[in-house]
Each structure stands twice: as C-alpha cells, then as structure tokens.
T-cell receptor, first 113, second 115 residues
C-alpha cells in the first residue's frame, strides 16, 4: 500500500508565527512532491512543488524534501489568518505510463489573530 | 488563461441512478485525472486519461467509467449509485510533456449527494 501520512491536526498558531506541516511517504519510487491548500468547501490549490532534496522557497512558503528519510515538510512564515485552511501533501507515483498523485488526509491549520 | 472547469457544481441523485460529470482542462493541457474526495479525507485517484484513452485506474469498481474527447475535455460516469458515492469529485489537468514533474491543477469540483 503506497501511503502518504501527515502529522495529525488540527494545528493552531498565532498570527505572525511559523507554521510547520510535516508529511512522510512510503513509496521510494515517488519522484515529485506537492503541497496543496484547500479552503473549506473549495477544491485543492497547488501552492508548492518540490522535486530535489533540500529547500525550495516561494514567498512566505518553504518546502523541504529529504528523500533518504522519505520526509516532506512545509513551513509558512509570518502566518496570516488567511492561511487558515487544510494543507494536503501529495506524492507523484509512476504506474506504467501514468503518474498519479497519492494524497495524505490533510492537516487543518488555524491561524489565530 | 482559462483554468480547469467542471460541471455541474452540485448534483443530487438517488441510489441506483446514473450520473455524468464533465471537465475541461486548463488551456494547453492534454491530460485529465479524476479524483474522489470524501469528507475529511484526501483525494483518491480514480483514473487518468491521455490521448482519449484510460492510462491508469485506481481502486474503484467498474461502475466508474470515463471518456476523453479530442478537445481533451473529459467525462466521468458513475452507474448504479450507492450512498457511499457521495463525495466531491475533482478533475485535475496536467501536461504530458511535463509529466515527469506531474504538476496537476484542480477544477472547482462537483459535489455529488446520493440519497
């Protein structure tokens, strides 16, 4: 069973703090990793993609990948109330010619004003 | 730049009925994947279409079928609806040329309720 596990929430942080979201995956064949943000009642929105070991920064977001430990994380700096959402971690797995995404169950983040 | 569109936004059906959901991919994209998201869970892969053919299927029964048209748009059909089919159905589009990166962009989804 190819799985993606996310740290259980919900997670609450005060406005301006750093929010840290974690994810592990079981399939060593996973090649690409993604973080999606999903507001209540809406569809997932892609916010970060990472393909190589190390850090990738985009504005207030930093994604970190460690393939040896099969670990992906997302840091949100200077958290804002508008960051309150469920964050989904996804791993891309090749199956034949197709590449499907396997998702974790999500971590609900609340940023308190 | 037109994003992924889906129709309808909401649908209510009764057990045993059949439903068809529609998706148009993001402009320039040629690959469509369908996902089912139950409440409180992450999306689950149903299948993927490229060049009008189903390339891969997730762990879903044959009641779930699909189609891709020459203009890359796609349909998801579900027959003999069960209460457990109630979920948010998501369409995601991607570009085959960038398949090694597999960035997928989701549409707004169709909320299906089975009574």
């Amino acid at each position: 069973q190819k799985e993606v596990e996310q740290n259980s929430g919900p997670l609450s942080v005060p406005e301006g703090a750093i929010a840290s979201l974690n994810c592990t995956y079981s399939d060593r064949g996973s090649q690409s990793f993604f973080w999606y943000r999903q507001y209540s009642g809406k569809s997932p929105e892609l916010i970060m993609s990472i393909y190589s070991n190390g850090d990738k920064e985009d504005g207030r977001f930093t994604a970190q990948l460690n393939k040896a430990s099969q670990y992906v994380s997302l840091l949100i700096r200077d958290s804002q109330p508008s960051d309150s959402a469920t964050y989904l971690c996804a791993a891309s797995v090749s199956s034949g010619s197709a590449r499907q995404l396997t998702f974790g169950s999500g971590t609900q983040l609340t940023v308190l004003p | 730049d037109a994003g992924v569109t889906q129709s309808p936004t909401h649908l209510i059906k009764t057990r045993g009925q059949q439903v068809t959901l529609r998706c148009s991919p993001k402009s320039g994209h040629d690959t469509v994947s369908w996902y089912q998201q139950a409440l409180g869970q992450g999306p689950q892969f149903i299948f993927q279409y490229y060049e009008e053919e189903e390339r891969q299927r997730g762990n879903f029964p044959d009641r779930f079928s699909g189609h891709q048209f020459p203009n890359y748009s796609s349909e998801l059909n579900v027959n003999a609806l069960l209460l457990g089919d109630s979920a948010l159905y998501l369409c995601a589009s991607s570009l085959e040329l960038r398949s090694s990166y597999n960035e997928q962009f989701f549409g707004p989804g169709t909320r299906l309720t089975v009574l």
